[in-house]
């Protein structure tokens, strides 16, 4: 028996509409002048998405690096400049809010084109009878239909998980799109409740995203973390 973990987010679109104001700079600015605007845009990711955590996601280190052609877009207007960044950081967070777990069965193999979200909890018929595979993945917040998985192996036996083994490490189920997943590290945690051992654990997956935001470069660090139980496999 097959089976699949699903994520259902709300669907957000990141495309912001601005009117420039009549009174933006007709000159683009120096250099000091983009480093300074640059400092007070991290400011402004730092301070809504740094340790932000909500649902199955926690953000940590949100950094930009502002280049020429977002200048261009918002015609060197500071104040636009700001507030698009900051809609943007806003969105990320509403987004992290509306991430949803589901365990179901799976009756057909993963396949690109398979609906997004964690999937794919299947049953190893050549191994011990408690033995799974699972792939364990997450919805790259607002971004594009690319998720974010984490392959991994449980024995579960009387009714307790009894070991955990990842395998290789977290990975984007595509490459399509403005996002790039690099994996840090994973790591697995099997819960004990008073004298009892493995009868809940969690997989958890940190790594850098990546991905362009109106011309500039935007880097943030999320780990994503699933808890599930013996039943859910």
Do not use: C
């Amino acid at each position: 028996m097959k089976y699949f973990v699903k994520v259902n987010i709300m669907v957000v679109t990141f495309l912001l509409i601005t009117t420039s104001s009549v009174f933006a700079q007709s000159s683009p600015f120096g250099e000091s002048e983009v480093k300074d605007l640059e400092n007070e845009i991290n400011e402004i990711l730092v301070e809504e998405l740094d340790n932000y955590s909500a649902g199955i996601v926690k953000y940590e280190n949100p950094t930009v690096k502002l280049t020429q052609e977002t200048l261009e877009k918002y015609d060197y207007n500071k104040q636009d400049i700001l507030n698009a960044f900051k809609k943007e950081a806003e969105l990320i967070k509403t987004n992290a809010k509306n991430i949803t777990i589901e365990f179901g069965k799976k009756e057909t193999d993963n396949n690109s084109k398979s609906e997004i979200g964690m999937r794919s909890v299947i049953k190893n018929p050549a191994s011990y009878p408690s033995d799974y595979t699972a792939s364990v993945s997450a919805i790259v917040p607002g971004l594009t239909t690319a998720s974010i998985r984490q392959d991994f192996e449980a024995s579960v036996r009387s009714g307790y998980i009894k070991s955990i083994t990842l395998e290789g490490n977290s990975y984007s189920s595509s490459k399509i799109g403005l996002s790039q997943w690099t994996p840090i590290r994973s790591w697995s945690i099997i819960d004990h409740v008073g004298a009892y051992q493995g009868l809940s654990a969690s997989i958890h997956m940190k790594g850098t995203l990546s991905y362009l935001f109106k011309g500039s470069p935007i880097s943030i660090t999320p780990t994503f973390m699933e808890e599930f139980t013996p039943h859910d496999l």
